[in-house]
């Protein structure tokens, strides 16, 4: 599957967070505890939906142990605190999709941490598409952000690819 090793996604999650904290954003490494795979990157911001109302969506990026590659969680609530069902998830981040392709893009499965569901972008194809560049980034984590990020809403500041020592 893909070649990135825990120690490695953990040594480029820390880099991530230093890149975030010098451009003042509010990411995390959350640390459930020693064990591994048990620390993730969380972020949190409001989006408005089709409606014009806030939603709260809190991101995690996950290592995959079965795929070897960072894995994208998320979960949107309404101002109420409830929580968007699957339609209004797919309505909301991937209104253009093809219904009978959503399945395999953007799906309800258990936090692989957290141990309770959240929305998350299948990983199947990432150690594909981090590969498919001529030299390949020496932050994983930050190429994996950028890359599926936009496509739920999440979207990095250009100044993240400024960062030489880290892209």
Aim: glycine letters at 4%; aromatic letters at 14%; a negative charge.
């Amino acid at each position: 599957m893909g070649d990135l090793s825990w120690k490695d996604f953990l040594s480029q999650a820390k880099q991530f967070l230093e890149i975030s904290q010098q451009l003042g954003e509010s990411w995390m490494l959350v640390e459930k505890d020693s064990d591994e795979p048990n620390t993730f990157l969380k972020f949190s911001q409001k989006i408005k939906d089709n409606s014009g109302e806030f939603v709260n969506v809190e991101y995690h990026v996950v290592y995959s142990i079965s795929y070897q590659v960072p894995m994208m969680f998320f979960q949107a609530h309404r101002s109420d605190g409830s929580l968007l069902d699957l339609e209004a998830t797919w309505k909301l981040f991937m209104p253009e999709t093809k219904a009978n392709d959503l399945y395999q893009i953007l799906t309800q499965m258990d936090h692989p941490v957290l141990f309770r569901p959240f929305m998350a972008l299948h990983p199947c194809r990432t150690a594909e598409v981090l590969k498919q560049f001529e030299q390949p980034s020496s932050n994983q984590v930050l190429t994996f952000i950028s890359l599926y990020g936009p496509h739920i809403k999440l979207n990095l500041q250009n100044a993240y690819g400024l960062s030489k020592d880290y892209t």
